[in-house]
């Protein structure tokens, strides 16, 4: 398999920070000065803003948009129309200067459903799930389930992206604790 990334013949990369096997489809768009991780998959139409950073093994559907100040660490998973911002209080005659974005993160193996949104200033946690249609507008705790406008939590979600019981144990072996940043796995029966 070939370390070199991938750009279909009507994609855009003008970054030269794009990991290996990288791959961005037709009318995908990754300014310069973005960083992309390696194995990532940017689907069509999607567009990725300098001073954008995205982790190894992302994923990132067709025509989700990524701002500056966004940072996707390892193996998220952004559904198709995801959106994220970066100002929280845009207005198109009075211009911010980068530095005055605000900065979002989401934690590794999180997945963003299709067609949410994401406001600035933000961080979703570790494997938590936000539901289609969602719109996020506060910290959302690691292994949490949310859904609706805005965002609620209604459940929990394991590490292999089952919903928890509410005994906090999954079909696949493993069980978790609460602690005051969401979950936390304390064991896993099944290798």
Same mark, same amino acid.
């Given at each position: 398999?070939?370390?070199?990334?991938?750009?279909?013949?009507?994609?855009?990369?003008? *970054?030269?920070?794009?990991?290996?096997? #990288?791959?961005?489809?037709?009318?995908?768009?990754?300014?310069?000065?973005? +960083?992309?991780? *390696?194995?990532?998959?940017?689907? %069509?139409?999607?567009?990725?803003?300098?001073?954008?950073?995205?982790?190894?093994?992302? #994923?990132?559907?067709?025509?989700?948009?990524?701002?500056?100040?966004?940072?996707?660490?390892?193996?998220?998973? !952004?559904?198709?129309?995801?959106?994220?911002?970066?100002?929280?209080?845009?207005?198109?005659?009075?211009?911010?200067?980068?530095?005055?974005?605000?900065?979002?993160?989401? +934690?590794?193996?999180? *997945?963003?459903?299709?067609?949410? #949104?994401?406001?600035?200033?933000?961080?979703?946690?570790?494997?938590?799930?936000?539901?289609?249609?969602?719109?996020?507008? +506060?910290?959302?705790?690691?292994?949490?389930?949310?859904?609706?406008?805005?965002?609620?939590?209604?459940?929990?979600?394991?590490?292999?992206?089952?919903? !928890?019981?509410? *005994?906090?144990?999954?079909?696949?072996?493993?069980?978790?604790?609460?602690?005051?940043? %969401?979950?936390?796995?304390?064991? +896993? #029966?099944?290798?």
């Amino acid at each position: 398999m070939s370390d070199e990334v991938f750009v279909h013949p009507h994609g855009l990369n003008e *970054s030269d920070q794009v990991g290996a096997r #990288t791959r961005v489809w037709a009318f995908a768009h990754v300014m310069k000065n973005a +960083r992309i991780g *390696s194995d990532c998959n940017i689907g %069509g139409g999607a567009f990725v803003e300098s001073g954008a950073i995205l982790g190894n093994h992302v #994923t990132v559907k067709n025509n989700v948009l990524v701002w500056d100040k966004v940072i996707v660490e390892d193996k998220v998973f !952004l559904g198709p129309n995801a959106v994220f911002t970066n100002d929280m209080n845009p207005r198109a005659a009075f211009k911010k200067p980068p530095e005055a974005f605000l900065e979002t993160h989401v +934690r590794e193996g999180a *997945s963003i459903g299709a067609n949410a #949104t994401i406001v600035c200033g933000v961080e979703i946690g570790t494997c938590a799930f936000i539901g289609a249609g969602t719109v996020v507008i +506060r910290d959302v705790p690691a292994h949490a389930l949310v859904a609706g406008n805005p965002a609620r939590q209604i459940g929990w979600m394991c590490t292999c992206g089952e919903k !928890l019981a509410a *005994s906090l144990e999954c079909a696949c072996g493993r069980s978790f604790e609460e602690n005051d940043g %969401g979950l936390q796995a304390i064991s +896993r #029966t099944n290798p």
